[in-house]
C-alpha cells in the first residue's frame, strides 16, 4: 500500500494525504498513526472513534492496539 510506504519513508504526512477519507477498519487506524505522528491528535481520537462518536469504543478499529492509540490521542 502507498501510505506504508511513506510511513516507511518517514514520510507521515503524505501517507496522511492517502489516508485521510478511508473508511475501512485498517486504514482508519493508520490514519490515526499518521495524525499522532502529525500531533493531530483531536483528528487521531475522531479517526478511531469513527462515525459513531465518543459513545461507541466497541468501533475503534484493530482491538486494543487501536484502544491503545486512542490513549496517546
Do not use: F
Request: hydrophobic share 35%; glycine share 8%; charged share 25%.
Amino acid at each position: 500500500m502507498l501510505a506504508e510506504s511513506y510511513v516507511g519513508d518517514n514520510k507521515p504526512w503524505k501517507a496522511y494525504e492517502v489516508l485521510k477519507d478511508s473508511h475501512s477498519e485498517r486504514n482508519r487506524y493508520k490514519h490515526a498513526q499518521t495524525c499522532i505522528r502529525l500531533k493531530k491528535m483531536a483528528e487521531a481520537e475522531r479517526t478511531l472513534y469513527g462515525s459513531r462518536g465518543k459513545t461507541d469504543i466497541q468501533n475503534v478499529p484493530a482491538g486494543a492496539a487501536g484502544l491503545y492509540l486512542l490513549g496517546h490521542a
